[in-house]
């Protein structure tokens, strides 16, 4: 498989490209938006929930900001991986194109976006207090992390919908119900203990506070939490390589 990514690097780079540049079409401020929009949505809802549900939480800005982030590049990527099969269906009808390097390059884009937000969050650290030092430079650790890991669903994903295009809209309220179950804008302290297994079971739970670890907190990622993520990345790109390589051979039949 990595000789064949080594091969079609320049098909995977144009569609990487693609995507870009078709999520910023004939906007005036491109991708400047990939940092105003984590932005203005953290200050609607800090507004919101610091001032009518008054979270207990020091520097909420922060602590909102990279919870939003961390969920936005997994819901757009998987969710954007999950249609890259039935999108480019009329160019997997005409020539041989490695079927994966969809998704891949859709995964991949989304995590470009979330690169260019990181200025978004270096600039709120900075208006909070709290100046970053060398320790920012590990998010790429959980960052690594949670790319295998959207790889892995948005493999799965991308099989599944060729023969279930009801998964659209399934996937849609398993999303709606992730932003809920995984503490963005609310402490993790507020759970009841009837209800811990709803961060428990939650892959998002541990990648999110992987990258507060680092960015809210300013240390390193633990070792511990590292170590979940990382079984859970390998885990879920393994069980999407299986199943996308099993489901691939019939796609032409359904797209």
């Known amino acids: 498989m ?6 079609y690097k320049y098909l995977l780079y144009v569609l990487v490209m693609r995507d870009i540049k078709k999520k910023y079409r004939r906007s005036v401020l491109g991708v400047v938006w990939s940092m105003l929009n984590p932005l203005l949505m953290m200050i609607i809802t800090a507004m919101v929930f610091s001032t009518l549900f008054r979270f207990n939480v020091e520097n909420y800005v922060l602590y909102l900001l990279i919870g939003q982030v961390t969920f936005t590049f997994f819901s757009e990527s998987t969710n954007f991986a999950m249609g890259s099969i039935l999108e ?11 079927k994966y390097l969809f998704p891949f390059s859709r995964v991949v884009s989304s995590c470009v976006n979330l690169l260019f937000t990181i200025p978004a969050i270096i600039i709120m650290m900075v208006y909070t207090g709290q100046i970053p030092d060398w320790h920012i430079i590990t998010f790429l650790l959980p960052l690594l992390l949670m790319l295998i890991f959207c790889l892995g669903v948005g493999l799965i994903l991308s099989a599944g919908v060729v023969y279930f295009r009801d998964m659209f809209h399934l996937y849609g309220v398993v999303l709606t119900g992730l932003n809920y179950a995984t503490p963005i804008f609310y402490p993790e302290q507020i759970v009841p203990q009837e209800y811990r297994f709803l961060l ?50 019939h796609f032409i039949l359904y797209i």
């Open 2 to 7: 990595l000789k064949t990514f080594y091969k």
């Open 200 to 249: 428990d079971y939650n892959p998002l739970y541990y990648f999110v506070r992987s990258f507060r670890e680092v960015l809210y907190s300013g240390g390193m990622p633990s070792w511990d939490n590292t170590l979940l993520c990382l079984v859970m990345a390998i885990t879920t790109l393994v069980a999407g390589v299986v199943i996308f390589r099993r489901a691939q051979n």
């Open 88 to 98: 480019n269906g009329s160019l997997i009808k005409k020539v041989y194109v490695p």
